[in-house]
């Protein structure tokens, strides 16, 4: 019989519906029912596309017995966290403070009032590596409960206290400068990897972020050094297993320090901060590489990411059906391949090519004789018809395989991020299809997420709305991704979407003392902690994205309370970005735009659909200035404030270019505007 959470929307909430554990969703009647029992209270974190979640879900919460002890000694909660990341955030905090180290399945034992007091992440069915089992840690921690009440309570109290007690070292209001972006430079130069790209070792992610920072850099100051770590990178990622060499899409990591082998889960938010990455490579240096993996990657995010609703559902699992008819579910099945899997489908001449192009070995590169397609060959001339029909028949191949699931969820965040890729790569590369499908998701985060007061919610599914309020990355992600569909399509109501959001931002989500800003709005759930974390980890964290859109949006505006907001925020960019770069790549990279203007670029025409204004907007759109802003509009038009008093100049399609309140004499030539933004 299903559990209460048989009518959630997370999906991975759900595949715990039919558990044998008697389980609550987070909320407050359950640490109602906690307190009236006498009981402590489990909170198990995880996410649907977490492979040792699914583990610990078929060893332990699907077994009975297991079920019937929690049941009769602890009240259990589920939590998504990428449903809740404000409650994933405050426990993982304390986790981590407490054992050193976190991850996920995330597990701690809560007394009554929420208050933590033991901790853990994946517990085995029995003992293993020094590990013990669950079982035993159920019977200890209900044992302390039972025997040591007042004690585990002190100790609980302790942990809250000084979890309240933790502050940030802000660093003051001031954004950082020359001084503290060359020395983040250098810090990124010390960690590089030059002979494999990317930053430290194994395990290696793609660094989205700091890459931004390298690219706006080197476009800003001319740097050299930073464009070759960001090219270099980029190439060694795409040629690597981390990238899907027959669907296009990059996995979460790579378990390897060369990027081989990767943790086969398919994220939304990697994908769209990635494919921005690549297609503003493009930008910057013209690389063929960088334009196919930016569409491969825009189109796999379409293909199969998108909902019958138009978002983008969160992520693919790691794990599908082997495909042996035993149901059993293994790591990269849906990916890997074989010299005899490549012989079935292509023929031992075809086959040969293919495992000699896609470094496919006998011995293999990944588990059991089985390899991870990647294209180690950098010399060598290969028939590119052979390896196009190669690739098909493959990627046929493929799709008759059992596929992975896919965690339909729509996280407004993550959508924000997709908008402002596919709104971008559409533009730059003339495919009016991926701005549609930018369009189709911006309307539904309106539609479906936005209530009447422009407050926004953190998911839906299947166009219902969940029930949880937005946090500072949705409001700051999905306010980025609105910018750039105004920049793009010259549409007024993206921009005034973005207003509606980032006046919520300074409202509810920033400090008024100090400038920082918190990760959950003032009137959100009180937790035992205001969670507030200005790193970027997956990606950007509220605090740095919310600069971002607060500057994008003052250059597009003349708002000068959200540029004074955004210069306020970076002070924390000032203070860590100098010593631990890679975690606040998107902080340096808003750093970049404030210290080039940004720039303001106005483009009017006589109508519609002029072909020269085109022309003008494109030129503007491909302009490596960093952060630059775009306004497009026939001549007199008030739909976005930086086309108003631009006239056209000898009746020709014109542009004007301004930034730090100086603005350039306007032109009717594109290549004066290219060189005028830095091109």
């Not at 996920?104 to 085995?124: H, I, K, N, S």
């Not at 539609?447 to 709305?465: E, F, I, P, Y």
């Not at 998107?586 to 940004?598: K, R």
Request: proline share 6%; hydrophobic share 40%.
């Amino acid at each position: 019989m299903p559990n209460r959470l048989a009518h959630e929307t997370s999906p991975y909430l759900l595949q715990h519906a039919d558990n044998p554990v008697d389980w609550w969703p987070w909320s407050a009647e359950a640490f109602e029912e906690a307190r009236r029992s006498g009981k402590p209270v489990l909170l198990s974190v995880g996410y649907s596309s977490c492979h040792w979640c699914h583990v610990m879900a078929h060893e332990s919460f699907e077994d009975q017995a297991t079920a019937d002890y929690l049941n009769e000694h602890f009240v259990s909660v589920k939590v998504d966290r990428e449903e809740r990341p404000d409650v994933d955030a405050v426990y993982m905090e304390a986790v981590q403070a407490a054992t050193g180290q976190g991850g996920w399945p995330m597990t701690v034992f809560l007394t009554p009032d929420a208050e933590p007091f033991y901790f853990g992440t994946y517990f085995p069915p029995e003992p293993r590596s020094g590990m013990p089992s669950f079982r035993d840690v159920l019977e200890g921690v209900r044992a302390a409960w039972t025997d040591r009440r007042d004690e585990v309570s002190e100790v609980a109290g302790k942990i809250t206290r000084d979890l309240a007690e933790r502050e940030i070292q802000y660093g003051g209001t001031e954004a950082p400068g020359e001084e503290e972006q060359a020395r983040a430079l250098l810090g990124l130069t010390r960690e590089y990897d030059a002979q494999r790209g990317g930053f430290g070792g194994a395990p290696k992610f793609p660094p989205s972020m700091a890459l931004e920072f390298l690219l706006r850099h080197g476009a800003r100051t001319g740097a050299e050094g930073a464009l070759q770590m960001a090219q270099d990178t980029c190439e060694r990622m795409a040629r690597g297993g981390i990238y899907d060499q027959l669907g296009g899409g990059f996995a979460r990591y790579s378990v390897d320090r060369e990027w081989v082998v990767p943790h086969f889960e398919k994220m939304l938010y990697d994908n769209a901060l990635l494919c921005r990455v690549y297609a503003h490579l493009w930008r910057a240096t013209g690389s063929e590489l960088a334009k196919r993996v930016a569409l491969e990657t825009a189109d796999f995010m379409v293909r199969e990411l998108r909902t019958n609703e138009g978002g983008f559902a969160s992520a693919l699992d790691a794990d599908s059906d082997d495909g042996t008819g035993t149901g059993k579910h293994v790591e990269g099945a849906y990916y890997v391949w074989t010299p005899a899997q490549l012989a079935e489908v292509l023929g031992a001449e075809d086959a040969e090519l293919a495992a000699h192009y896609f470094g496919v070995t006998v011995e293999g590169t990944f588990e059991e004789g089985a390899s991870v397609l990647q294209l180690p060959q950098r010399e060598g001339v290969f028939d590119a018809e052979k390896v196009a029909s190669v690739k098909a028949r493959l990627l046929d191949a493929r799709r008759e395989r059992p596929a992975p699931g896919r965690d339909d969820k729509v996280v407004a965040a993550w959508n924000g991020l997709a908008i402002a890729a596919l709104a971008e790569t559409g533009a730059y590369f003339e495919r009016p299809d991926l701005v549609d499908a930018a369009l189709a998701a911006a309307d539904l985060l309106v539609r479906v997420h936005l209530d009447d007061r422009a407050q926004l919610a953190r998911t839906s599914k299947d166009g219902k709305v969940g029930p949880n309020a937005g946090v500072l990355e949705d409001y700051a992600d999905v306010a980025e991704g609105f910018l750039a569909l105004a920049s793009v399509t010259g549409e007024g109501v993206w921009l005034e979407f973005a207003g509606f959001l980032l006046d919520h931002v300074l409202v509810r989500f920033v400090d008024a003392e100090s400038g920082a800003l918190f990760d959950t709005a003032s009137d959100a759930e009180q937790l035992i902690r205001r969670p507030q974390d200005p790193t970027d980890n997956a990606v950007p964290s509220g605090w740095t994205a919310a600069a971002g859109a607060l500057l994008g949006y003052a250059a597009q505006t003349g708002a000068e309370p959200h540029r004074a907001a955004a210069e306020r925020a970076l002070g924390v960019v000032k203070a860590l970005g100098p010593r631990v770069p890679r975690f606040i790549g998107w902080g340096l990279a808003v750093a970049e735009a404030l210290l080039d203007g940004p720039r303001e670029v106005a483009v009017v025409g006589p109508e519609l659909g002029d072909p020269a204004t085109t022309v003008l907007h494109r030129t503007a759109l491909l302009a490596t200035a960093p952060g630059a802003v775009v306004a497009v509009g026939i001549v007199g038009s008030d739909e976005l404030p930086l086309l108003a008093g631009r006239p056209l100049v000898g009746g020709e399609p014109t542009a004007y270019v301004c930034r730090n309140f100086t603005c350039d004499a306007p032109t009717t030539d594109p290549e004066r505007l290219r060189v005028a933004l830095g091109g």
